[in-house]
């Protein structure tokens, strides 16, 4: 079964002169995403929020760029859960974490690379994903570059453009920490004024929102602007919150909203968002809730260490599963790609 994946974090692990897409150590790479039958997989370009880049120059400031000051600057990264909701779970969590991986950049020493430390890594990002564009493209894969933490503007609006130039197709607000645009899931409060501005901008260049790691405040906030712009809107990695009471899961009424806009929802394969019921049961509920023409995939591979399913080679098992459980053709064909490229092709 060919397959669109709507959320991966291999981007993230990309380094100055380095395909991240032949890292043996990734859970996408070139060689898993063809042995999965990939036919179209999304790249999120993923900022850390900007006080982990002011804790990481610390760290580098007071010299503990040892192993073992690297490992405090990560430890010290882990925030306590807000109330009213499970933890965050384990999404870029432990020796994938964003820390780790600036404290890396910082080791290669970026010559040649000016401005604000959140933009210097997006556009670092940006350069290795157009640099991968082509050998994906000539494996019958599509890349699709999608942003995860709308903080990677840092409140301006003009950097949309590079984005948009780059092919953005999905733009996420938050990820689990306040920024210029809004708060994420667990917290009170939605979208700030700049994030509105954003929100209607997106619209207007027909670049999706993605609601996933938002507020639930601020996804009503998102879900009123699409309907008022008529464009539909997607959260990429997010399962059923009454499957699995996780605040980075989705209520039946977000479900219902996404579906009724026209958008997507992402088959997450993080097992803190999965829970005891198993996938099958939140593909079954995204399903029942939502309609057929909601399901997507939105692995979150290299987002968190121990996914459902090992990386993309992993896929074909996946959909052979959700066929044996009982799926009906059709609808598992509309998950694995032709929703997907309703919106994205
Ligand atoms: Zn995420």
Redesign the pocket.
Known sequence: MRYADL?CDALTAAAPGTSFLHRTTSQVSLEKLVGGDCLLQCFALFTPPAQDFARSEAVKTAGKRSAAGDGRARNSRSQPDPPGGAGIGA?KSGAGGPVEKISGKEKTGERGETGAPVWRRAQRCLSAFLAAEGELSAAGIRPVLTV?NGGVLEGELSRLDALERAGVKLFGFT?NEENELGFPCGRPGGLKPFGKRVAEELLSRGIYPDV??LSDEGFFEVAEIASAFRVPFAAS?SLARSVCPHRRNLTDEQIKAVADGGGLIGVNFVREFIGKAGIFAHVVHLWKTGGEDVLAVGS?FD?TDRPLYAGADEMPRFFEDLARAGLPASVLEKLAFRNALRLLS
């Open positions: 959320h999404e995860e990820w996933s790691h990695h979150d987002g």
